[in-house]
């Protein structure tokens, strides 16, 4: 694998997060706890992969400017600026929310999983947007 292939890795990975976040959400709507625990690692493992493989990318390749112009680019810097805003705030979030459930304080578990879930979620689907609009538009 090369410095180029990691955008699209990337992708991927943020992709499969999302796919095991709503996996993780529908498994707890059926109380299938242990299930979701593990989905829930699971997406969270896949998280820090992409957070590891982001970092090492813009520490070799740098920043990456959008090219094209015109209203796409206004609707490209929206979905950035909320997606890094919302991506700052995820991390501490959801290892909260995941401490609070190894600790088996459901109640706040549940409380913060709440808001936590669509913010990840978000972040998640619009780091794939954002790699689309970059790389392959």
Request: net charge positive.
């Amino acid at each position: 694998m090369e410095l180029r292939d990691l955008p699209a890795l990337n992708a991927a990975l943020n992709s499969t997060a999302a796919i095991l976040l709503i996996a993780g959400y529908r498994l707890v709507r059926q109380r299938r706890l242990e299930a979701h625990r593990r989905v829930m690692l699971a997406a969270l493992a896949v998280s820090v992969l992409f957070l590891a493989s982001y970092l090492f990318y813009h520490f070799h390749a740098g920043s990456v400017k959008f090219q094209k112009t015109g209203p796409i680019r206004a609707v490209y810097f929206t979905i950035l600026i909320s997606h890094t805003i919302l991506a700052a705030a995820v991390a501490p979030m959801a290892l909260i929310t995941v401490y609070r459930a190894w600790t088996k304080r459901f109640d706040k578990h549940r409380a913060l999983a709440r808001v936590t879930l669509p913010v990840w979620l978000y972040v998640s689907v619009t780091g794939v947007i954002v790699y689309v609009m970059l790389y392959r538009m």
